[in-house]
C-alpha cells in the first residue's frame, strides 16, 4: 500500500480532488509508470482518512450530486516526504511476470509461446510510440515527467532486445 498511498498523496499536493478524479489521474497520467492495481479508490482513501494523512470535505454544488473532495494533511505532507525518500532508495528489484515462464520454458509448447513473444512484441511496440507521442507532444509536461518518459522508454528499449534474443532462442528450440 505505500506506493498507492505515495501516488494518491503526490495528487492531493497538486489540490482537493475527488475519489473520482484521483482514479482517473492514476489511470490516464501514473498507469503507464505503475503496476498499481486501482479497482476500487474508496477503501485506499478511507485508510488514509481514518489513520489523518488526508481529510474529506463535503461538496454540494447547486442542485448536483453531494460529493466528497479529500485533502491532504499536514502529517500527509510528512508521510509524502518519507515514502517518496524511501522509494528513491528501494532495493526491489523490479520484477517482470514474463520471467517466470521463461524460467519454465522447457514445459511450455513452441508454438504457442512463439505466438505469444510476438504478440508482445507488437504490445510494446505499441507502448513505444505511445511513449514517444507523449515526450514529443507540446502541452503539460515538465522536465521531471519527460525524464520518466525517457525512463520507460529505455527499460522498454532493454526489454525490446532481450524479447528478440527469447524470440531468437524459441525459434532454435
Not at 511496440?125 to 515527467?145: C, N, P, R, T, Y
Request: charged share 30%.
Amino acid at each position: 500500500m505505500n506506493i498507492q498511498k505515495l501516488i494518491i498523496l503526490g495528487i492531493l499536493k497538486e489540490g482537493p480532488k475527488h475519489g473520482y478524479q484521483i482514479k482517473k489521474i492514476i489511470q490516464e497520467k501514473l498507469g503507464v509508470f505503475s503496476s498499481l492495481e486501482n479497482k476500487s479508490i474508496y477503501y485506499p482513501l478511507k485508510m488514509m482518512e481514518e489513520s489523518g494523512v488526508i481529510k474529506r470535505a463535503k461538496v454540494q454544488p447547486k442542485k448536483k450530486v453531494l460529493r466528497y473532495t479529500y485533502s491532504i494533511t499536514p502529517k500527509g505532507d510528512k508521510e509524502f516526504l518519507k515514502l517518496a525518500l524511501e522509494a528513491l532508495l528501494s532495493e526491489k528489484r523490479p520484477f517482470i511476470d514474463i520471467d517466470i515462464p521463461l524460467y519454465f520454458l522447457p514445459f511450455l509448447a513452441k508454438r504457442q509461446v512463439f505466438a505469444r513473444l510476438r504478440l508482445r512484441k507488437r504490445f510494446l511496440e505499441k507502448v513505444k510510440i505511445w511513449l514517444e507521442e507523449k515526450l514529443q507532444a507540446k502541452g503539460d509536461l515538465i522536465s521531471h515527467q519527460k525524464l520518466l518518459l525517457k525512463h520507460h522508454l529505455n527499460l522498454l528499449s532493454a526489454e525490446e532486445k532481450f524479447l528478440e534474443e527469447i524470440i531468437n532462442i524459441v525459434k532454435d528450440y
